[in-house]
């Protein structure tokens, strides 16, 4: 069974620039999160999707946004980058409740210049 | 402000005792507590969670303990292995339910398995 996956893994981009960053579940989990990792920091919850509809959002700027397609896939879209957008995006997923934890990915890797 | 807080950056133990992870939250809304491990280029591995409505939840070598009164939760790991050697994160939810469950990370505790 596939985990969840990332693409791209990594990515150079520009200051200005918008850029999307997608996700695949694994199959039959219907939750969706996106984390925001910088370097010596734990991640940062950027917002939770659930049945298509965002449920709730971490403290970032609307320049962060995103999208839960009904095959419960997700986008995370940045638009404006900055050079402080520089982190690792992690997509998380789950089946069951909140104990069960969340599967994550192997996150994008994501450069501004 | 740090809501969940693991004030050890690193810690070094030496196979086979045991390793003792701490961390501190201050959000009293926070019903769940979770562990992650995190290799490098790798995303985090969940490992345990507890309710807080316990004070202990085991599984195999892991054991979490919840001290609510004191807003303390560690991590037990009994024997240590080589293989644990990773970065280690504390969570936290709120659970609010509807599908809103976004965690609260710590900064990590970087755990050492020395031979």
């Known amino acids: 069974d596939a985990g969840v996956t990332q693409s791209p893994t990594h990515l150079i981009k520009t200051r200005g620039q918008h850029v999307t960053l997608r996700c695949s579940p694994i199959?039959?989990?219907?939750?969706v999160s996106w984390y925001q990792q910088v370097l010596g920091q734990g991640p940062q919850f950027i917002f939770q999707y659930y049945e298509e509809e965002e449920r709730q959002r971490g403290n970032f700027p609307d320049q962060f946004s995103g999208h839960q397609f009904p095959n419960y896939s997700s986008e995370l879209n940045v638009n404006a980058l900055l050079l402080g957008d520089s982190a690792l995006y992690l997509c998380?997923?789950?089946?069951?409740?909140?104990?069960?934890?969340?599967?994550f990915g192997s996150g994008t890797r994501l450069t501004v210049v | 402000d740090q809501q969940v807080k693991q004030n050890s950056p690193s810690l070094s133990v030496q196979e086979g005792r045991i390793s003792i992870l701490n961390c501190d939250y201050t959000?009293?809304?926070?019903?769940?507590f979770l562990w992650y491990k995190k290799y490098p280029a790798e995303g985090p591995t969940f490992l345990i969670s507890i309710s807080s409505i316990k004070d202990k939840n085991e599984d195999g070598r892991f054991t979490v303990f919840l001290n609510k009164s004191a807003k303390h939760l560690s991590l037990h790991i009994v024997p240590s292995q080589p293989g644990d050697s990773a970065v280690y994160f504390c969570?936290?939810?709120?659970?609010?339910?509807?599908?809103?469950?976004?965690?609260?990370f710590g900064k990590g505790t970087h755990l050492i398995i020395q031979p």
């Open positions: 969570a936290a939810s709120d659970g609010r339910g509807g599908g809103a469950d976004g965690l609260t």
């Open positions: 998380a997923s789950r089946f069951q409740g909140p104990l069960y934890g969340y599967t």
């Open positions: 199959s039959g989990h219907k939750s």
């Open positions: 959000n009293s809304m926070f019903d769940y």
